[in-house]
């Protein structure tokens, strides 16, 4: 059988370097597979492109099309949701005493007996395909994030990151996503702000009707190590070949004050670690929440208060 070639990335706007201006923050920000994409793409490009902000304190610094061929090629989500791909798939046996107990404390049922499922499992118990496990809306004292992974109360079973199945499924060869990445020295809490007037750009265009909620049609960094995860996976030189590890602004903040390219990509791949608090006590937490909406100095010191990784055993 005939195969097509993988067509390559389409780099519109080059990247142009890490910032060496630990004030400056690079934001991602890419469209999901089920939003329109040239309506969303414009949609998000004209608020930008009109907010006072534009070209004084925040930029573009690079604009990509990534094929979907490409996407599936090179495992780009496989690898982006690495850790909430093996929670969906392990479930129960992955989550570690703190986990337990904050899951015990929130639903108020001991952990040991709860039907704590992996979304694969559920989709085989409830008999749904991903799209519409995906498309289930619960209360939200039904449902509980921890370390990035979220639990679902629904039809007597907790489900483990309900949504993989459906991201996996729904980027597909034929799903091409576009890339775009922000520098401003404003900060996360401004381009959140900034967002929220893309969500409301969007609901005024008629354009969230079928995803719900705005998340589920664009992504963008919300932290110093979510920048870097967004970095492996979707930037690429401009001949259309991934970047690689090394490339993003915060990485080359840490390779500037001692941290190592291996070291980081230890904390990327295994982001449950024992941090100390002010007071001392100890706390499990993830790198990327533990750091999230952080500058790059406040993300390193942060960092200096690790004690231990977690390495999880499926």
């Not at 519109?12 to 329109?36: I, K």
């Not at 969906?88 to 639903?107: C, D, I, P, S």
């Not at 900060?187 to 750009?201: D, H, K, N, P, T």
Request: glycine fraction near 6%; proline fraction near 5%; hydrophobic fraction near 40%.
């Amino acid at each position: 059988m005939d195969t097509k070639p993988t067509r390559s990335p389409q780099v519109l706007v080059p990247y142009t370097g890490p910032s060496a201006d630990p004030e400056e923050q690079d934001v991602f920000l890419y469209l999901r597979p089920e939003s329109n994409g040239v309506q969303v793409e414009s949609t998000i490009l004209r608020v930008v492109e009109h907010c006072g902000e534009y070209r004084r304190n925040l930029s573009l610094v690079y604009l990509a099309n990534i094929p979907g061929q490409f996407v599936v090629d090179n495992h780009l989500i496989e690898r982006y949701y690495q850790m909430q791909l093996t929670f969906a798939v392990h479930g129960k046996r992955l989550f570690t005493e703190f986990m337990r107990n904050e899951f015990t404390e929130y639903f108020a049922e001991e952990f040991s007996q709860a039907p704590i499922v992996g979304a694969f499992e559920a989709l085989a118990l409830l008999g749904l395909r991903p799209g519409e496990l995906f498309d289930v809306w619960v209360a939200d004292e039904d449902l509980l994030v921890i370390h990035g992974q979220t639990v679902k109360r629904y039809q007597g079973y907790y489900i483990v990151n309900y949504d993989i199945p459906a991201l996996l499924h729904k980027n597909n060869r034929d799903t091409d996503l576009a890339v775009m990445l922000f520098r401003t020295n404003l900060g996360w809490q401004y381009f959140s702000r900034l967002a929220g007037e893309m969500e409301q750009a969007l609901a005024e265009r008629g354009l969230l009707e079928n995803a719900r909620h705005p998340r589920r049609l664009f992504h963008y960094s919300r932290g110093p190590f979510q920048q870097v995860i967004d970095g492996w996976c979707y930037l690429c030189s401009p001949n259309g070949e991934l970047s690689g590890m090394g490339e993003t602004s915060f990485e080359a903040y840490l390779q500037r004050h001692g941290v190592t390219q291996a070291e980081v990509q230890k904390l990327i791949r295994h982001p449950l670690a024992i941090f100390c608090d002010e007071s001392g006590a100890a706390r499990e937490d993830s790198v990327f929440q533990r750091t999230a909406g952080d500058r790059y100095p406040e993300a390193l010191k942060k960092l200096s208060t690790m004690r231990a990784q977690v390495y999880l055993q499926p």
